[in-house]
């Protein structure tokens, strides 16, 4: 056989075999489950890639032949695959020893609860088993060359060899995430390989009509990534390019972009055709006809096609052969076994990992001297101490030598070269890639986006973030704080004046913090570095280089002495601490009226309170919420159970504002209590004119106006307190 593995490129008998056998499992598999959606026998959806058999399996022995089997200790090798990279996964499971990816693939296409990959959440073929190197698959592929370059990136960061290899279909190309991965895998050399399976059709637009790229070797030489071709119905050809790709990769350090001509046997997923397509060569049938003539099987072991009749089932019209006849037998037994196998209970399963466990968090008790320490210095040395600690990492816009344009970052290139770096004009890109490099369990990420308006182009990613923990059944915790600035200052018009609140306070998942104090900002985002799930903090720009709020934990009262200790360390003479997640500060206390606000409007909403009280006597109860997603809820309803009355104060627009969602809480919890939402006016956008601004955005004399028309007006219903009914505002006679 020696003599015979020279000619098969290197490949035994044994390996034939087994990847012959892998792509005849899968094609029972897929036909089996096209089939029964047909017939209406629980599958639910059915998406897969036959044709791309041989394909998959050579790329995934060639794959693990260099980078799991050709190096002194196995590197790290992870896929992100297409859903039709059926056989690759499958290849992939059993080169790695697990032998029961048919009954995973079953599982979830069936919803069972049993489902390995995502507790019957995902439909089939959306993997993840990152324990053998299967990264989680959404249906939005062109997000999986994001992941990979992240993933990529993760591997130099930890100085750990390996490989990402993301496998897309050639209409994403057509995408701007194919354009995000190319500049990323280009910019940072990255350990990658992007294999795009063309099939010549996406759904059904044919490439004269979905994709732009001409030549797929310019295309690649262009942003000087190595180049490979192969046919993908060829399975010897198939290995040698995958071996040859591979081991390029890894020697040059420079990833590569592989094209790979695939069929197409049936049609996209069970709802655009699931009749197979007899009349293209079939490179299954192909190959082991192939293994047949070179003696690795007996003509007896092997599955062709007999004479076509379109009105017989796709199985009756081929000769099986034995090993078919085992795949079917395989099957038969897999679905009995899946089918018995419970569904997942509304009671039990529907909120476990919706995220993943908050951090206990023991806060110390606030100084009642102020602060001398800017809000930005606090993130700058949060964000050093989290760097310092060996797991992060940061990427954005000027975050590197400039130092953030609102200097955040200052100085922390310098102390970490390898792990701080500017990164392109490219948010998608920026979050992407920060996701991906997170699914290394190891890592803890920070991206910054430049302004909060430019983060709407990441939605897809801050859903996607939102979702990953649940929609993995709890297999991925994806650690990743995105810092963006927000709200409208001085004169920053359109694309520099939005708040984030409206916009992303509904993505579920996600944690979103707004902190207002140096004290805040600084133990939020050591929180966050610790939570194993994706959080947003924006952060009021107004309040960058201004101190508010109490003294940080060991800073010294003298100023004096807090130049001189920094002077000596460069660093703030600050005690570590943490700021727990959905726990509001009360900046005021009072019982007549409930006001809620975050960010720079609640100290707007205290001031307020302050001349009220000095005006009028009103004592406003003023909550800085901090937290967001989750908000202190338990404390806004105590307080407005007492007070009977509540402002919601924000910088958003109120039309669909995450304030809605607190009135509506308190409105629901508590009927009787008067509940009302404040913020910017409902245009489109805060205009340059300053005059313009001052009109559009809420100001203190605008809280302060409705904490006086709140209070003057009836109470509602009876309260905790029954003068809540009796008295018509506070500080006058009730006649």
């Known amino acids: 056989m020696a003599r015979k593995a020279n000619a098969w490129a290197g490949l035994s008998a044994a390996e034939l075999r087994q990847a012959y056998e892998v792509a005849l499992e899968t094609r029972a598999s897929i036909i089996a489950s096209m089939t029964m959606k047909t017939r209406g026998e629980g599958v639910e959806f059915w998406i897969g890639g036959p044709g791309e058999e041989i394909h998959g399996s050579a790329t995934a022995l060639g794959f693990h032949r260099v980078v799991r089997e050709e190096r002194d200790e196995p590197g790290t090798l992870a896929y992100f695959c297409h859903y039709r990279s059926d056989a690759l996964a499958a290849m992939t499971a059993a080169l790695r020893g697990h032998g029961d990816f048919m009954e995973a693939y079953f599982r979830q296409a069936f919803g069972r609860v049993t489902d390995p990959h995502s507790g019957g959440r995902q439909m089939v073929m959306h993997l993840c088993a990152p324990e053998i190197g299967l990264m989680p698959v959404q249906s939005p592929v062109g997000m999986q060359l994001g992941k990979a370059c992240g993933y990529a990136r993760g591997l130099q960061l930890r100085g750990q060899p390996g490989l990402a290899v993301a496998i897309v279909g050639d209409g994403t190309t057509a995408e701007s995430d194919m354009h995000e991965a190319m500049t990323a895998a280009s910019l940072w050399r990255l350990p990658l390989v992007i294999i795009v399976t063309d099939n010549h059709v996406a759904i059904t637009v044919k490439p004269e009509d979905g994709r732009g790229i001409k030549s797929f070797e310019r295309y690649a030489e262009a942003f000087g990534l190595q180049y490979f071709e192969c046919d993908g119905n060829d399975f010897l050809g198939t290995w040698r390019t995958t071996v040859e790709c591979a081991r390029a990769v890894l020697s040059e350090g420079r990833a590569a972009l592989l094209h790979a001509t695939v069929p197409r046997l049936m049609g996209h997923s069970s709802s655009s055709g699931g009749q197979f397509e007899y009349d293209e060569p079939d490179p299954l049938l192909e190959f082991g006809s192939w293994l047949g003539r070179e003696g690795v099987l007996p003509e007896s072991a092997i599955f062709r096609r007999g004479e076509v009749d379109r009105r017989k089932s796709y199985f009756e019209i081929h000769e099986l052969g034995s090993l078919m006849r085992e795949k079917l037998d395989r099957v038969r037994v897999t679905l009995a076994q899946v089918r018995a196998e419970p569904m997942p209970s509304p009671a039990v399963d529907l909120f476990t990992h919706a995220h993943p466990p908050y951090p206990e968090v023991d806060e110390p008790e606030a100084s009642t001297r102020p602060t001398r320490i800017q809000f930005n210095e606090a993130i700058n040395l949060a964000l050093d101490r989290t760097l310092a600690e060996g797991r992060a990492a940061m990427w954005g816009q000027d975050v590197g030598a400039r130092g953030g344009i609102f200097q955040c970052s200052v100085g922390l290139i310098e102390k970490y070269p390898d792990r701080v770096r500017d990164a392109p004009i490219n948010e998608p890109l920026i979050v992407g890639t920060a996701t991906g490099a997170a699914l290394h369990p190891e890592l803890v990420l920070l991206p910054e986006i430049q302004f909060g308006d430019y983060a709407l182009n ?25 810092r963006f600035p927000v709200d409208p200052v001085q004169g920053g018009a359109v694309y520099h004046s939005m708040s984030g ?6 993505v579920p998942g996600l944690v979103i913090t707004c902190p207002s104090t140096a004290w805040d900002a600084y133990g939020l985002l050591r929180t966050s570095a610790e939570y194993r799930g994706p959080v947003l903090q924006m952060e009021p720009k107004r309040l960058y280089r201004m101190r508010l709020g109490p003294a940080l934990p060991g800073e010294p009262a003298d100023a004096r002495a807090l130049r001189e200790r920094r002077a000596e360390s460069g660093e703030l003479p600050v005690d ?36 009220l009280l000095e005006d009028r006597g009103i004592r406003a109860d003023v909550f800085d919420l901090r937290t967001l997603v989750p908000y202190d809820r338990d404390a806004i309803l105590e307080s407005a159970r007492r007070t009977g009355k509540v402002l919601i104060a924000q910088a958003d627009r109120t039309f669909a504002g995450f304030g809605r969602q607190i009135q509506g809480d308190v409105v629901e919890a508590l009927p009787g209590v008067t509940a009302r939402l404040i913020g910017q006016l409902n245009v489109p956008a805060v205009a340059q004119a300053r005059v313009l601004e001052d009109a559009i955005v809420l100001q203190e004399d605008g809280i302060y106006d409705a904490i006086q028309a709140l209070c003057d007006a009836p109470a509602q219903a009876f309260m905790d307190s029954e003068l809540h009914w009796l008295r018509r505002a506070p500080g006058r006679s009730s006649d």
């Not at 990441?458 to 995105?482: A, D, E, R």
């Not at 609140?501 to 509904?506: E, K, T, V």
């Not at 975050?598 to 307020?608: D, F, K, N, R, V």
């Open 458 to 482: 990441c939605l897809h990613w801050f859903v996607h973030l939102g979702n990953l923990h649940w929609t993995t059944n709890g297999q991925i915790s994806p650690n990743v704080t995105v």
């Open 501 to 506: 609140d409206g916009f992303f306070g509904n």
């Open 576 to 611: 570590d601490f943490r700021v727990p997640f959905g726990r509001a500060a009360r900046r005021r206390s009072g019982d007549d009226v409930t006001v809620v606000s975050w960010g720079w409007t609640a100290w707007q909403a205290a001031a307020a309170a302050d001349r």
